[in-house]
């Protein structure tokens, strides 16, 4: 078995075995589980969350990778026939699930061999790592405190026509739903991909809302059990900021110019029952700060050129790193969640020497933000969530 086999087959033991709540003991005796650097708990409440462009950006045209044209594909939000009535506006709550099975049936794992099974039990696993009502399991965050603004049902209308993923970008990722391969270009051509990344958040589904509470090391577990990885901070940057006809790079996923409302990045943090939001220890920030997700999807601007949602603002996501001098895998953490309104910086903006911090959010922005290594990285909190990535084989 190979080393990185080994190591993943430990943590997945090491996490069935145990009560994840054991492993969170750390994260509660000091690590921050709140915002990134700067972020003002105390921040007042904002509206209605900012709404994106009602249309996807143009869709690059030509190249297999490129995000698909309108229409009829795999993948794209079911079209509306003639004369049908317009969709329920529906209600922003009923997606946010606090019961392991709802949680759980947003997925699927990829089926394991009998050899696999040996070191891997995924049904234990499902039940000791998934769960509302706590910090120590992944969820949508504490349901009590959260307010999401865009329903289900007004999500897909945002998305009507548009197509996720094609037939031949489907094949080209293993069979993967909802994976698009990435690519870069040599003097404007394009080379093969090299890899596939997941066009929504986990758990990558199409109006159903992020997941937050996972850590680094739980998050590589999951891409695992369904035959994926976690992506690298350079993948996750090419496929935020790369032209799939060759282009030039962008400074963001939608542009080359910061706005606010082209993502969901414009919702304060809000102090519940007259206290601010407190990210303390695991434990008090489930009990103080509010998960205001909006569904995947639901700021449809909000894409790449390769067509990947959301690398901006909802959650910010786990991916990791190689570093260059001892050549161990650690867990980076990259994006912004959607109060980066209070921390927004421009990509090209001096850093404050007073007041609050601020940071750019920039597709190559590599912050240092709770590195630790890949065997036993624990930091987990109410904004953080995390994408996969696959192989190209």
Known sequence: MSKPSRLLSLALAALAAAPLACSRDDVERGRDAGAPPGASSSAPAAGPAAGGSAGAPPAAGGSAGAPPAAGGSAGAPPAADAGEAPPAVGDPMATHYEAREDLVRLFSLKELTERERRFKNPELFLEKNFGGGTPARINQGNRELARHTRSK??????????????????????????????????????????????????????????????????????????????????????????????????????????????????????????????????RSAYQTCATDTEPAGSYPACRSRFGVFDQHGNVAEIMTRRDRDDGKLYSQLKGSAWFYVEVAREHDAPRPKKGPETYPDHCAFSPRWHVEPMENAWHANYHLGFRCCATVR
């Open 153 to 282: 049902e007004q999500c897909l209308e945002g998305l009507r026509g548009v197509v996720l993923q094609t037939e031949e970008q489907r094949a080209r990722c293993g069979g993967h739903e909802n994976m698009v391969p990435v690519f870069s270009s040599a003097r404007g051509k394009p080379k093969p991909a090299a890899f596939c990344i997941d066009v929504f958040e986990f758990p990558n589904k199409a109006c159903e809302l992020p997941m937050v509470w996972a850590s680094p090391t739980q998050a590589a577990s999951v891409c695992s059990l369904q035959g994926k990885r976690l992506c690298t901070e350079d993948e996750w940057s090419l496929a935020c900021r790369a032209d799939p006809e060759g282009g030039k790079p962008t400074t963001y996923a939608y542009g080359d110019e910061l706005d606010l409302a082209v993502c969901h990045t414009q919702t304060r943090h809000r102090e519940i029952g007259g206290k601010p939001c407190d990210g303390d220890t695991a």
